[in-house]
C-alpha cells in the first residue's frame, strides 16, 4: 500500500469513529432517574437541557400508585381541579403503579422554570412536588 493510500485509509476510519461518536449522541438520550418514596421524589430538583430529548426514568417504590406529570403553573392548575384518572397519552404526564418503573422521553422546546407534581388526592400537599429548570 502506498503512503498515500494508507493516508487515505486512516482518514476514512478516523470519519467513521466520530460518526460513530455522532450518532450515538443521538441514539441515546440523557437519562435521568426520579426515585419515588414516601410519597416523595428524589432528587426534588432538576436541570436539564431544552432541545434534546432526555429520558426520565421514575422508580415508584411505594405501595401505591403515584402520578409524575410535569409542566407550567397553568397545567398544574387544570390537574388539581381533576383530568383523567390515569395518565399515559402524553409524555409530560405519567402514571407509575405501585412499585414499577416508567420511562418517558421529554424535548422541552424552551428555556423555563416547571415543577413535577403528582396530583392524587393530597399528595401535593403532602410534598409531592419537584422543580424543573429547563436551561
Ligand atoms: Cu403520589
Not at 493510500?5 to 466520530?18: G, H, M, N, T
Not at 441514539?27 to 431544552?50: C, E, F
Not at 387544570?78 to 405519567?94: D, L, Q, S
Amino acid at each position: 500500500m502506498s503512503s498515500v493510500s494508507r493516508r487515505a485509509v486512516a482518514l476514512l476510519l478516523a470519519a467513521l469513529l466520530l460518526g460513530v461518536v455522532v450518532s450515538g449522541c443521538g441514539a441515546s438520550p440523557m437519562r435521568i432517574q426520579i426515585t419515588i418514596h414516601y410519597s416523595h421524589y428524589d432528587p426534588s430538583r432538576l436541570t436539564v437541557p431544552h432541545g434534546v430529548p432526555v429520558t426520565f426514568v421514575i422508580v415508584n417504590s411505594d405501595p401505591i400508585d403515584h402520578e409524575w406529570i410535569v409542566g407550567d403553573a397553568a397545567l398544574h392548575q387544570r390537574h388539581r381541579t381533576g383530568t383523567e384518572p390515569v395518565h399515559n397519552a402524553r409524555p409530560t404526564e405519567i402514571t407509575i403503579p405501585a412499585l414499577t418503573t416508567r420511562e418517558t422521553t421529554i424535548t422541552f422546546d424552551k428555556p423555563g422554570v416547571l415543577q413535577y407534581i403528582c396530583h392524587l388526592p393530597k399528595h401535593e400537599d403532602y410534598g409531592m412536588v419537584g422543580w424543573l429548570t429547563v436551561t
